[in-house]
RNA sequence: GGAGGGGUGGCCGAGUGGUUUAAGGCGCACGCUUGGAAAGCGUGUGUGCGUUAACGCGUACCGCGGGUUCGAAUCCCGCCCCCUCCGCCA
């Protein structure tokens, strides 16, 4: 969402940004828009004044006894004509916002510009592609040999995309919730929050999910979104309040179940546990100051890596181009995990700093001491990290050529001392 | 599911048709006072839009949307949200 403001004041940068994104200027047209919005406006309170001295002189008249029936016919006649511009100038003021509604967020200065995910810049890489001794095995064939990892009942159950885990590959997903959940929480300032995963409208409209992108999430009957990322209740907190600058940065860590449509992905990633319509993240989220939010993103970006390291899986990180780039992002970075089964890096995070773009959709502010006004904090997510995935590399990067799983050692404690899968 | 209460500024809270130009309080800012502080006293303190060189002035906003009226925070209708009690239930 947009600040019609800085539109009017900058039309240069918010097509350009648009341009950036690969969509058509549309500043020219939101001005007139806005123009027409405001000279409707000023014509609507010089009736309005004219209607309220009428009335008062009456009000006054009327004290002392006069008759004043002529003075009432006269500002009857004006109502109609009010009451036009009453009607014109919402509509306007309605079409204006959702329009404004519509558009993503500007991608920060230094994201590099492309179409697509091929315009991705690595930018660090950590660790080294292991060696797997014979052939490296897909997490779906080491699973299912395991009799842990059951599509098929799945199905039964629930139809596609979604999975059974049991046994100790489901006591090993809980690990690497709790293994992650304990490190942000303990180690690195995150509180940790439990928050509902159905949601009102608002809240997915303030997230930036609606009303654009209502074919990526599931609804129920009565009108609650299932979320498709804690980010979604996590970043609504601070929904219509204003805080106080000394309450900056807030930072929460969730582990919530995730749903997700995957409407636009028929056909892609159908085996195994890679896309699937429910899967465990832990979520972090970030609420920060507008001067603190670069560093923020940095930071937590760090953090999530920091898990991947601990886990000792090789990675890489890269920052998204114009055109990967969520709705709601102005700058992302995606962290990659290798899956020797794949032979291939696949993502298992995506930290983006949204800049005020969340925080004037949900108006979230805050004060600072001393100055009037508020301002529109910023807010950040990130996956740390998305736990179904991370399943999958520990399955990958872990296997034997027996289809065993030696598992992490950083994880022992949580499976019980359990040193080996199979 | 049944019954009831409520939504007013940063916060609390008054306000059932006409100087409400939204009382009062809290908080906050500035000033006076003081050796310094506290207390006290005084002044100020929302947002959008328009207008003005500026001080200001005008207008809208009392959950949202309609309606009644010359005039609505106030009356009527619809919707949203919150709370309390009862019932059911993990």
Redesign the pocket.
Known sequence: MFD??SICNNPEAFDAGLKRRGMAAAAEDIIALD?M???T??E???L??R??????????A??RGED?AH??????D??EEY?EF??GE?DLAETLDTLLAAYPNIPAEDVPEGADEDANVEIRRWGEVPQIVGEAKQHFELGEALEMMDFERAAKISGSRFVVLSGALARLERALAGFMLDMHTEEFGYTEVAPPILV?E?AAFGAGNLPKFSEDLFRTTD?YWLIPTAEMPLTNMIAGE?LDETELPMRFASYTPCFRAEAGAAGKDTRGMIRQHQFGKVELVSITHPEKSNDEHERMTECAEEVLRRLGLHYRTVVLSTGDMGFSARKTYDIEVWLPGQNTYREISSCSNCGDFQARRMDGRF?S??V???KFVHTLNGSGLAVGRALVAVLENYQNPDGSIVVPEVLHSRMAGLKRIG
């Open positions: 019609i403001k123009r919005r405001r000279a406006q000023t609507l309170q010089e309005q004044r209607r309220n001295e009428a009335s008062k002189a009456i009000g006054v009327k004290a004043v003075e009432m016919a006269e500002v009857r004006l109502k009451q009453e009607r919402r009102r608002n009108d204003i004060r001491e001393g009037k006004g508020t």
